[in-house]
């Protein structure tokens, strides 16, 4: 049958088949648009997702591009809680419209349990479900039905994202209106939530892996040592930050070097076997010197653990200073040292006894004082100190002084040596209390025997003294009594002698004979003669006890003044007097004035046979002293017997030569030697004397 | 004897021969006449103060000297010159210590408590005289004592 031959219904029947054809064509043609978009979507979705920093990022460009390209009106997250009992609400949600915030708001409140509720359903089953309209649901299958009738929402498709087969989270979407479920719908969603889940599946393991690698590197560098990984081949693998800081060298530097490169000289050695006791036994510890780039040694403590590090045999380990406990150590090993030094060679003797007295520990100077050969011995010998108390009363007092006011100052005590003898010892006693709050007595006893002696001697010498003294003053005042009757009694006699004697002569002249006349003369002569030698005796014992009054004295003016006064005394006499100044003195006038007197008087007297008397005065000052002296060119006398001249009575002339009482020359003697002087004398026979005396320069005498 | 009212030259001195000696020395002198000797402190307060063996002695008749030795029986010459020296009545009298003694601290006393001179005895006898002689003239002749 042609065409034409087709009858019309036959041709119907095709036009419509063609249209539905046709129609067909069009679906299909519609339907692959649709699969392109939703591929589109997908490529976009996976490629935005990817990029998202996190997945509250992901999930709010999920809800959005799904909602967009797939027409839903309303996206929604649900995420388990941190214990995972209960899901909620993500805070990302996508709306269309405005008209549904209050459904999003009252949501906000709503949490599903496993199994319960659309979420809670696809939780559980962790499949995709479709609900035509939520609006004609049951509220146990939807419980915000009602709430979702009120914002109008009738589709509903939810979907879980899954990552390693836990979910992560469920995607709920909604429409205005009620529709059938479209299982190309579903799959295309389905494919967005599965893509979701393996990005974010990814970003959670680099997430973590960041975090760990950020935990240790914060962990080892918190370290307050060094840490150190190295493999067996001595490769070092990791390090904190200190060790670099420690050890002067660069991350570079390290990753170069070889863990025995820190040591030098012995720990070389040391180091390189304790490595090798790591590998072989699985760890280790040393104390080496850690050396630094600079050279600088640090005493350090290394530990080391054998670990199993990308199928390699590693060491790990940390080090840590111990420069201040190696300080610390030596510190108190001196301060131990000292502490013994001292108490072993203190001359002091250093005691402890328990409260009852027995000895704890002594020095050997203690022991030595106490005549023990050693502290040891003390100890076994004497059980309690108390023994060796010559008082054990004093002990007691000790004690007592001790427990209240806690220590006892320069306590002295009488202790019984081991022979028997007794020292004097000076006790400084207190109270120790250590930390487990036993208490015992330490103190020092210093042996004060030779000076409780020496003060024993010194009082008994003192009282002597003093007795002296006495004995002293009775004599001077003897000698007083004795000088003043001398002085008065024994020249009334002598005057009445020589008074009666001319007396006698006179009325009597008559009557005597020149024998008779000559033998009177001879009494009365010696009479006074025995008068002027009680004068000066008299005078000898005056200087000793007159009191000195010192003033500078012009010794020129004194010499020249004495001199015209005894002049007087020779007018027939030729005298030259030679004086240059002299060097003033410090001294008492009077006396001086007497020295003057005698030497000058001498001078004139032993110079009676020369025709002209020469009579030189010079004087001058030395270091210490000032020099002076008188010469004559008179009789002189022999240095043979110059000692004797300044003895009392001693006379190198006879009587009838030179009369004299010698005493003139012991009277300038004990003048110049009160004012601190010396006296001597040179001469010649008869080629004159010279007469030195001295006084002290500047100090007053 | 002298009128004691009549006393020129008081001589205090329990040493006879000194006694003698002073009196032989005055005598050369021409002073012997108006010398009235006492030998102890106590009666020469007593002739002084006109007391005792001496109350019938006017006290307003002083001698012209007293011439006191300082060793003395009873009361020492030293008192008997305190005691002279701090009454009103006789403190003008002119005493002139004349003794042995060549002590500083006699001398320095005795002229501290007022002594009017302090003459030591010489041993030598034309000494002797010679002092006594000068003093007597000076103090019995020249010296113009206040009415």
Redesign the interface.
């Known amino acids: 049958m042609k065409d034409k031959d087709k009858t019309k219904e036959q041709l119907m029947n095709e036009l419509v088949e063609l249209r539905q054809s046709i129609t067909g064509l069009k679906e299909l043609e519609a339907k692959q648009k649709q699969v392109d978009e939703e591929i589109r979507l997908l490529l976009t979705l996976t490629r935005a997702i990817g990029e998202s920093e996190d997945l509250k990022v992901a999930l709010e460009i999920a809800l959005k591009k799904v909602c967009e390209a797939t027409g839903w009106d309303y996206g929604e997250a649900w995420i388990p809680n941190v214990d995972g009992t209960v899901l909620e609400l993500s805070p990302v949600w996508y709306s269309s419209s405005g008209s549904l915030d209050n459904f999003r708001r009252v949501s906000e409140k709503f949490t599903f349990q496993n199994g319960i509720g659309l979420p809670g359903r696809i939780w559980l089953s962790k499949l995709p479900e479709w609900i035509p309209d939520v609006s004609l649901s049951p509220n146990t299958i939807y419980p915000r039905v009602q709430m979702a009738r009120e914002a109008g929402l009738k589709a509903s498709l939810g979907v879980p994202i899954i990552a390693k087969e836990q979910i992560l989270a469920v995607l709920l979407f909604f429409m205005l209106e009620s529709r059938e479920k479209d299982k190309q719908l579903v799959d295309i969603v389905s494919a967005v939530a599965s893509q979701l889940g393996s990005v974010i599946q990814h970003k959670q393991a680099d997430e973590d892996i960041r975090k760990e690698k950020n935990f240790s590197d914060t962990a080892i560098n918190s370290l307050p040592g060094i840490f150190y990984l190295f493999d067996n081949q001595d490769r070092f693998l990791r390090w904190n930050e200190n060790f670099e800081k420690f050890s002067g060298y660069s991350a570079e530097e390290i990753s170069k070097m070889n863990p025995l490169d820190f040591f030098v000289g012995e720990d070389r050695k040391f180091i390189e076997q304790k490595i090798q006791e790591v590998f072989a036994k699985g760890r280790s510890t040393a104390e080496a010197d850690f050396v630094s780039k600079d050279g600088h040694r640090t005493p350090y403590l290394f530990t080391g653990t054998r670990v199993t590090f990308d199928q390699t045999q590693c060491l790990l380990g940390m080090g840590i200073s111990i420069a201040e406990r190696k300080q610390a150590e030596e510190e108190l090993r001196k301060a131990e040292a000292k502490y013994r030094s001292i108490f072993e060679n203190a001359i002091e003797g250093i005691y402890q006894t328990t409260l009852d007295g027995r000895i704890i520990s002594a020095n050997p100077a203690f022991a030595r004082t106490l005549g023990y050969t050693s502290p040891h011995e003390l100890i076994a010998e004497v059980a309690n100190v108390r023994k060796l108390y010559v008082d054990p009363s004093r002990r007691d007092e000790l004690i007592s002084l001790i427990h209240t006011q806690g220590f006892v100052e320069n306590f002295e005590v009488q202790f019984y040596c081991k022979d028997g003898k007794i020292v004097w010892f000076l006790l400084n006693t207190r109270i120790l209390r250590d930390s487990s709050g036993i208490v015992c007595f330490e103190g020092t006893a210093t042996d004060i025997t030779d000076r409780k002696r020496a003060g024993e001697e010194i009082l008994k010498l003192n009282r002597e003294l003093e007795q002296h003294i006495i004995q002293l003053g009775e004599a001077n005042k003897e000698l007083e009594a004795f000088s003043y009757s001398v002085s008065h009694d024994l020249r009334a006699p002598l005057r009445a002698i020589d008074g009666f004697s001319n007396i006698f002569l006179k009325k009597h002249e008559d009557k005597l004979d020149e024998e008779g006349k000559r033998v009177l003369n001879i009494i009365r002569i010696n009479t006074q003669k025995m008068g002027e030698l009680i004068d000066n005796l008299l005078t000898l014992s005056r200087l000793g006890r007159k009191e000195m009054v010192l003033s500078d004295i012009n010794m020129c003016e004194l010499a020249k003044d004495v001199y015209e006064e005894l002049r007087a005394t020779v007018p027939g006499r030729i005298l030259q007097f030679n004086i240059k100044s002299l060097p003033v003195a410090i001294g008492d006038i009077k006396l001086i004035r007497q020295v003057f007197v005698n030497l000058l008087a001498n001078a004139i007297k032993f110079t009676r046979s020369r025709e002209i008397a020469v009579i030189e005065v010079r004087g001058r000052s030395e270091k210490n002293e000032i020099i002076y002296y008188v010469k004559d060119n008179g009789a002189g006398f022999d240095m043979q017997y110059s000692d004797q001249l300044f003895g009392v009575f001693q006379r190198l002339h006879s009587e009838k030569e030179f009369e004299g009482t010698g005493v003139g020359l012991a009277i300038i003697q004990r003048i110049i030697h009160r004012h601190g002087g010396r006296v001597w004398a040179e001469g010649k026979v008869d080629e004159g004397a010279t007469f030195y005396f001295t006084l002290p320069i500047k100090e007053k005498v | 004897m002298t009128n004691l009212n009549e006393v020129e030259i008081l001589l205090v001195e329990d040493?006879p021969?000194?006694v003698?000696?002073t009196l032989?020395a005055l005598k050369e002198n021409n002073l012997t006449n108006k010398v009235h000797v006492l030998n102890d402190g106590a009666e020469a307060l007593e002739f002084i103060f006109a007391t005792g063996a001496h109350a019938q002695r006017n006290i307003r008749n002083i001698p012209k000297v007293v011439l006191l030795d300082?060793?003395l029986p009873k009361v020492n010459g030293l008192e008997v010159l305190r005691r002279i020296k701090s009454d009103e009545r006789t403190k003008k009298i002119p005493v002139v210590v004349l003794?042995?003694?060549?002590?500083?601290r006699d001398i320095v006393k005795s002229y501290n408590l007022g002594a009017n001179s302090y003459i030591i005895?010489?041993?030598?006898?034309?000494k002797?005289i010679d002092a006594v002689a000068k003093l007597s003239l000076y103090w019995v002749l020249l010296n113009k004592p206040p009415q």
């Open positions: 040493n021969y000194d003698e000696l032989t300082l060793k003794t042995s003694s060549q002590e500083e005895k010489p041993v030598d006898f034309n002797f």
